[in-house]
């Protein structure tokens, strides 16, 4: 998958238009209930994908104008908005959602050419503007699965799948903490390896399968391990 923000940017709309025909089928007792993530209900994470729609819209803006904006006033702030906003209707997450990506789309547009060289300061530190685009792709897909409304990886296009699969190995492969291990796609030779190779464990199957597993979204159950054995335990996903 490519990272041009401008050409990403349409797969940025198909997957609004996934995320919103999961929402629109919620009634209030769904958005109400548990979401895969540890004490959020489904409404706190419409909560913060709307949210984290304005929080890039402040990036993109950064990157255009250049003045040192953070994606959120504070962590503090950013905590109390998702909150605040978990326990609203159906109808009012459908419209925010709708809102908050208009906007997001809007400031995409915006942005001169020059100006996807800058740098910008998200929660986690400095990221290239050009990536922005490819940020909001990953929490859409990703945070659509969290949803457990039906939406799996399996469901993810294979071009995110694997870029995602990529851009996690390559993560913890830099990481002292991660299980040195081998990924390798069904049905291919392409290996990505993560730490040391000597008698580290084949792991195989589908890129939508793998990349679920590292960042925690599947317990792995659907891939192969070579020698037969246990998975390796990927370091919680950041």
């Given at each position: 998958m490519t990272t041009d923000p401008l050409l990403l940017a349409g797969e940025v709309d198909d997957a609004t238009a996934r995320l919103l025909r999961t929402v629109d089928s919620l009634d209030a007792a769904a958005v109400a209930a548990p979401s895969l993530l540890p004490g959020w209900t489904r409404g706190h994470v419409l909560a913060h994908l709307a949210r984290?729609?304005?929080g890039f819209v402040n990036l993109l803006t950064s990157a255009r104008t250049g003045e040192q904006l953070p994606m959120y006033a504070s962590p503090t702030a950013r905590a109390a908005d998702i909150e605040a906003g978990a326990a609203r209707s159906p109808e009012a997450h459908l419209d925010?959602?709708?809102r908050s990506a208009q906007r997001f789309a809007e400031a995409v547009a915006a942005v001169p050419a020059q100006a996807w060289s800058a740098t910008v300061e998200t929660r986690?530190?400095?990221?290239?503007?050009?990536?922005?685009?490819?940020?909001r792709l990953r929490e859409i897909e990703v945070h659509h699965v969290d949803l457990a409304a039906g939406y799996r990886p399996a469901d993810w296009p294979p071009a995110f799948?694997?870029?995602?699969?990529?851009?996690?190995?390559?993560?913890l492969a830099e990481r002292a903490d991660a299980p040195a291990m081998v990924l390798?796609?069904?049905?291919s030779r392409h290996e990505l390896a993560i730490g040391e190779r000597t008698n580290a464990p084949l792991v195989t199957g589908p890129p939508a399968e793998l990349a679920a597993w590292l960042i925690g979204r599947s317990s792995g159950d659907g891939l192969t391990v070579t020698p037969d054995g246990?998975?390796?335990t990927p370091p919680e996903w950041i």
């Open positions: 984290n729609a304005d925010d959602l709708r986690r530190g400095p990221w290239p503007a050009a990536m922005l685009v490819w940020g799948a694997g870029h995602l699969l990529h851009e996690v190995a390559g993560g390798r796609y069904d049905g246990a998975l390796p």
